[in-house]
């Protein structure tokens, strides 16, 4: 094989695969973490995380109600 051809597969197979196998990790992370958030918000009793960050999400939103409100009039 020539030089040429050499690069191409180590490019291939270096690139191709490390960013593809990166991706793939990547997105069971995030999907893992996906399912552990609707089993938090599903369940009768929250869990103490669940419940800190509901409140930080309710101020947020209601800044930013208090923010339209006050740009509009």
């Known amino acids: 094989m020539d030089l040429a051809w050499t690069s191409v597969i180590g490019f291939f197979l270096g690139f191709g695969f490390g960013v593809g196998c990166a991706l793939a990790v990547m997105y069971s992370i995030y999907t893992g973490g ?3 958030a609707m089993e938090d918000s599903l369940r009768e ?4 995380r669940y419940l800190q960050f509901l409140a930080k999400v ?3 939103l209601e800044r ?5 409100r006050q740009a509009g009039t």
């Open 34 to 36: 996906y399912r552990k």
């Open 45 to 48: 009793e929250k869990s103490e």
């Open 58 to 60: 309710r101020a947020k």
């Open 64 to 68: 930013e109600q208090s923010t339209s």
